[in-house]
């Protein structure tokens, strides 16, 4: 495996080098090699990938590590995953060994590793190939049972060479991490910033509740490259300071996860205008991210909404009849874990590659997808069918608005009315926003109810929380 080779060279050539931040904890190459090595030994007999539980320590990244050396790959369990939901994922890879990072001892009937357990070791062999399964993210199914995303070693080596593609090396290379790494879009940090040789500075999710200790580590690390979904973007855009001047380095952003907004985006253009910012987009089933386009000020002046981006090198993207995308390539995993029927469900093979169905809605246009949110997003109200992200899109182009999100209140079974959530400047009223919304918006989808927030609530892996924010509105 191509990366784990790369990551083996730092280690040799500059053992000192730092790899890994997080509040007082660091980590070199050379400890991160020794204690992965270490590991990979004691789980080697093994067929099972390993789980590895924790937030933001140092040992998650060692347990990824050693789970790729030892050819069984692993499972990343953060800690805000709630424990019946853990056991369920246990249920269905029936693992050998769990390394807990936070030492809080989960319910575990296998091997349970303490960071004690571990003893470093000199002798660095790997065993995984193009072809084992590098790691399994699990994703929430619908029915409640989680699935479990198999992503192949090659699938992975040839994502971080993408990225790394886009990415120039900066004096001083710290890459910034806000996922959790149960997450996939901490892979986008994870493995770009090893392979060149940079530093992962790990934001916790205390410091996405205090967003002040961001501040701080923006201040203690000049961070060269940024990797978030941009619900977190925008909560640090209130932050102070937070401007190329003060971070000359912040040369390179890197957004997936969720939909980024023209008005962000400009935001962020304006502010550092002389970085790279790119919107990526792409489901856990196909590699963390499959399209990408930089965010210029021409790209700003073109679209809005803004594109996706065109397919990275080995991807094909396709529309659907039903307007659904289509992915198509070596990128795409080989499916959930013992679910044969969710498998065949959203994947299938043509022409001996494999494609998945991804259950956005989106088009070709001028070259780049366009993702229209999700086809199960559609709903109706009264008989009228409507994109919720179309509403939020014209509501947070208002003049004070910084944030929007709508959200269906359903009486039996059916779209009663919608409710929108908003972050706004204090002199803009309801009133302004019904008489703005109702000269581009049929009167049908203009939200009944308009709740103001300080910050709109985001879930563990930082995405918008929808679900929190329509309990709040029953
Ligand atoms: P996940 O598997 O949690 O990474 O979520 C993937 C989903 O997030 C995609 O299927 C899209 O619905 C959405 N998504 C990811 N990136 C973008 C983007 N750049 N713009 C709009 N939606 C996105």
Not at 182 to 199: N, R
Not at 366 to 382: P, S, T
């Amino acid at each position: 495996m191509n990366i784990l080779k790369r990551i083996t060279q730092f280690a040799q050539n500059e053992p000192e080098r730092i790899c890994f931040i997080h509040r007082d904890e660091q980590m070199t190459f050379g400890e991160l090699e020794r204690l992965s090595s270490g590991l990979s030994k004691m789980i080697e007999q093994s067929q099972k990938p390993i789980f590895v539980y924790g937030h933001m320590s140092k040992w998650m990244l060692v347990g990824m590590i050693a789970g790729l050396k030892s050819g069984n790959g692993y499972v990343p369990i953060d800690t805000s995953i709630p424990m019946d939901r853990i056991s369920k994922m246990i249920e269905v890879i029936e693992p050998d060994f769990m390394l807990d990072a936070e030492e809080s001892r989960p319910a575990f009937n296998g091997t349970l590793i303490q960071p004690v357990d571990v003893q470093p070791s000199e002798e660095s062999v790997i065993h995984i190939t193009a072809q084992d399964v590098a790691y399994t993210i699990f994703t929430s199914g619908s029915t409640g049972t989680p699935k479990g995303v198999e992503i192949l070693a090659s699938s992975l080596d040839e994502f971080t060479n993408w990225m790394e593609s886009l990415y120039d090396h900066q004096n001083e290379n710290y890459w910034l991490n806000q996922a959790p790494l149960s997450f996939d879009l901490s892979v986008m940090a994870v493995y770009p910033s090893l392979v060149t040789g940079s530093a992962l500075v790990m934001i916790d999710k205390d410091m996405i509740k205090k967003p002040i200790e961001i501040y701080n580590v923006l201040k203690q690390y000049p961070i060269s490259a940024w990797v978030s979904t941009p619900s977190f973007l925008e909560m640090c855009l209130l932050l102070p300071e937070f401007e190329q001047s003060s971070h000359p380095n912040l040369k390179y952003f890197y957004f997936c996860g969720e939909l980024f907004k023209h008005k962000t985006a400009q935001t962020l253009f304006n502010k550092f205008s002389e970085s790279y910012i790119y919107n990526t987009y792409g489901p856990t089933e196909a590699t963390v991210a499959v399209t990408g386009i930089q965010v210029t000020q021409e790209v700003l002046n073109t679209f809005n909404p803004l594109p996706v981006g065109a397919a990275r090198p080995g991807v094909e993207i396709a529309i659907s009849e039903s307007s659904e995308i289509l992915i198509k390539g070596d990128a795409v995993s080989i499916g959930y874990v013992k679910s044969p029927e969710k498998t065949s469900a959203q994947f299938y093979e043509e022409d001996g590659q494999r494609v998945y169905r991804t259950g956005d809605a989106g088009e070709l246009k001028d070259g780049y997808l366009f993702v229209n949110g999700r086809l199960d997003f559609q709903i109706k109200l009264n008989g009228y069918r409507m994109e919720l992200e179309e509403i939020e899109h014209v509501i947070s182009e208002i003049k004070g608005i910084s944030q929007a999100v709508v959200t269906p209140i359903e009486k039996n079974g059916k779209v009663s009315y919608l409710v929108a959530h908003i972050v706004k400047a204090d002199d803009v009223t309801n009133d302004d926003i019904k008489e703005a919304l109702s000269a581009t918006l049929p009167t049908y989808m203009i939200p009944k109810k308009f709740v103001a927030h300080d910050v709109i609530p985001m879930t563990p892996n930082g995405k918008v929380d929808r679900k929190q924010l329509k309990e709040e509105s029953l």
